[in-house]
């Protein structure tokens, strides 16, 4: 049973936006730094953006001031809202979680899902 889930890849318009969503379950998600990661063909996967359990934010230099990372507490949910895409933002994009219980940490990682972004 998958323990991340996301939803809302797809296709896009440079200049275009959309918004991926991430669901765990509230276990995982009230213990767990959240972060999404994307993976372009022929390249290392990368961190895109981050959000401590405390709300704390951080991006990539590449994705600043136009892509938001974004928790919602009630549903056990982080999302990932991209604007103003470009080509290079094309790839699968990962939701990961940094579980921290009992002194240790796990992570966990969702399927992945596809953004392209067309020019």
């Known amino acids: 049973q998958a323990q991340l889930v996301e939803s809302g890849g797809g296709s896009a318009q440079a200049g275009g936006s959309r918004r991926l969503s991430c669901a765990t379950s509230r276990e995982i998600f009230t213990g767990s730094d959240m972060a999404w990661y994307r993976q372009s063909p022929g390249k290392q996967r990368e961190l895109v953006a981050g959000?401590?359990?405390?709300?704390?934010?951080s991006y990539a230099d590449s994705v600043k001031g136009r892509f938001a990372i974004s928790r919602d507490d009630a549903g056990y949910r982080v999302f990932l809202r991209m604007n103003s895409l470009k080509s290079e933002d094309s790839g699968v994009y990962y939701c990961?979680?940094?579980?921290?219980?009992?002194?240790?940490?796990?992570?966990?990682w969702g399927q992945g899902t596809q953004v392209t972004v067309t020019v």
């Open positions: 959000i401590t359990s405390n709300g704390a934010e």
């Open positions: 990961k979680a940094d579980y921290f219980t009992g002194g240790s940490r796990r992570e966990y």
